[in-house]
């Protein structure tokens, strides 16, 4: 009854949405998505979904039970796949060589392992991790392993959504990249996960090329990023110094058309579970060929992340008269970004844990991620709660800290929370989101990222 059957082995933020949107744009495709925790698994079948994505649960609906399943029974969907998505972690390694910068790539040895046990007949094995150049060399070694003359070709087609805007990305990306081998096999294979993002992907943004070029271009992507974001954030440091103001300079220099205004906001650092991870892989990866001054490069556009995170505790900690012991401070967001329950690597992690070390008292709101910052900071239960609502939050706190940007707090009855604090009562503002002249006229004195402070003291 269907075309063909598509596999993705993975089923986090990046193989269920992604698989979703397939699903949803080829009703001809059967579409599974596997994966080893049954947890996730559950989640995504009950409706609850495990990840929050605006619109996708939306689009999960729409398509579960037609042609979008979810299964913990790895070993029969590999079976009966033509195309497999894999979309395991690669997380940073933890131990031994690299440990530290090298991207861990058990879960995908595992995986290509478990493919190559559970296959009788050939399949596409899609990378749609984020590997480090020439994994698919590697994988391709381990697949072409079996004495059985089963053929695997080996395909890259990284994926660039963004978290909190997965479903806008995957309905309308700014490229589909795919990258295989030169070979009459490889190109056959480019030819058939092409025609899937056709779609509804127009052919311009459906970009191919060689396999190393692919799988590079992910981390490259990545590293620029993080890059632009470390780089207003140094200039950040030089305002707070100069009078100047961040988003005054950010304005003027975004409006070159050479360098553009995306990701100029300076704040208090970038999180996620993949910035940090794929340039510190880049950096391994850099080294290992001997080149090391390139690795040197990149390397400081993750120490400047960190720098810029201490940089916003002391300005806590130095405007509340050098001590925050035993003082209640209101902590608006957890995530690592707006519109995501995601907390991993999130910079308000490293700001709580430093003002707990302080020994302050942390009344925790966020509208998706309490429950990951509950598990984060277990070492530190009994110092901090979890608030829903931001009003209870603030009540009886010296201070607001500012980690995520979510836009609801900018709706937010600021008089109403003034009036409910202890005094002075102070607001920082690690996004500038909020708008502190209001603040200022409100009674706060307001402390910023890069720009002059509000202070009423
Ligand atoms: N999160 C993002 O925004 C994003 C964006 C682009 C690319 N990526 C990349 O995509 C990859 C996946 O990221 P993620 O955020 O979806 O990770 P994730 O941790 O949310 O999901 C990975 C899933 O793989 C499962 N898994 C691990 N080993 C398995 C196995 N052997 N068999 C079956 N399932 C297995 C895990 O249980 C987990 O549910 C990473 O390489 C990441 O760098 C992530």
Redesign the pocket.
């Known amino acids: 009854m269907f075309r063909k059957n598509i596999l993705c082995?993975?089923?986090?933020?990046?193989?269920g949405p992604t698989m979703a949107v397939i699903a949803r744009h080829c009703p001809e495709y059967r579409v599974v998505v596997?994966?080893?925790?049954h947890e996730?698994i559950a989640q995504w079948n009950s409706g609850d979904l495990p990840i929050y994505e605006p619109g996708l649960a939306e689009i999960v609906s729409e398509v579960i039970g037609k042609n979008l399943f979810f299964s913990t029974d790895?070993d029969s969907h590999i079976e009966k796949a033509d195309i497999i998505f894999v979309?395991?972690?690669?997380p940073t390694k933890t131990f031994g060589l690299g440990a530290g910068k090298a991207a861990d790539l058990q879960?995908w040895e595992?995986?290509a392992r478990?493919i190559l046990k559970s296959s009788s007949t050939g399949k596409i094995v899609v990378e749609?991790?984020?590997?480090p150049v020439r994994t698919a060399a590697a994988i391709g070694r381990i697949l072409d392993s079996n004495d059985q003359g089963v053929h695997f070709e080996v395909v890259s087609n990284?994926?660039?959504?963004?978290?909190g805007s997965a479903v806008r990305d995957l309905e309308n990306p700014d490229r589909v990249l795919i990258g295989a081998r030169q070979t009459e096999s490889g190109q056959a294979a480019l030819r058939e996960i092409v025609e899937i993002y056709r779609h509804w992907v127009p052919e311009e943004k459906i970009v191919t090329s060689n396999v190393w070029s692919s799988e590079l271009s992910k981390l490259v992507a990545n590293a620029f990023l993080a890059q632009r974001v470390s780089s207003i954030n140094t200039i950040s440091a030089l305002c707070e110094k100069t009078n100047a103001d961040i988003e005054e300079v950010a304005r003027a220099v975004g409006m070159d058309s050479r360098i553009g205004s995306k990701f100029l906001k300076a704040g208090v650092g970038f999180g996620?579970?993949?910035f940090k991870?794929?340039i510190l892989n880049l950096t391994y990866i850099a080294e290992n060929y001997g080149l090391f001054e390139v690795a040197r490069y990149w390397e400081q556009v993750v120490q400047i992340n960190s720098y810029q995170q201490r940089r916003f505790v002391n300005l806590i900690i130095n405007n509340m008269f050098n001590t925050v012991a035993g003082k209640k401070i209101a902590v608006f967001g957890f995530s690592f970004k707006a519109d995501t329950g995601d907390i991993r690597e999130s910079p308000a992690i490293c700001v709580c844990q430093a003002l707990l070390e302080e020994r302050a008292v942390l009344a925790i709101h966020d509208p998706k991620a309490l429950e990951g910052a509950n598990q984060e900071l277990a070492d530190y239960t009994g110092q901090f709660t979890l608030e829903s609502d931001p009003y209870h939050a603030a009540l009886g706190a010296h201070a607001i800290v500012v980690a995520t940007d979510w836009a609801e707090f900018t709706t937010l009855d600021y008089e109403r929370i003034y009036e409910s604090m202890e005094k002075p009562a102070f607001v920082f503002d690690g996004r500038n989101l909020l708008d502190h002249q209001k603040l200022y006229e409100f009674g706060f004195s307001v402390h910023r990222i890069g720009r002059p402070s509000l202070s009423r003291i």
């Not at 596997?34 to 925790?37: K, L, P, Y």
């Not at 990284?158 to 978290?163: D, G, K, N, R, S």
């Open positions: 082995i993975g089923a986090g933020y990046v193989g596997v994966d080893i925790s996730r790895v979309s395991v972690n690669t879960f595992k995986t478990q749609k991790s984020t590997l990284p994926e660039f959504l963004a978290e996620g579970s993949c991870k794929d």
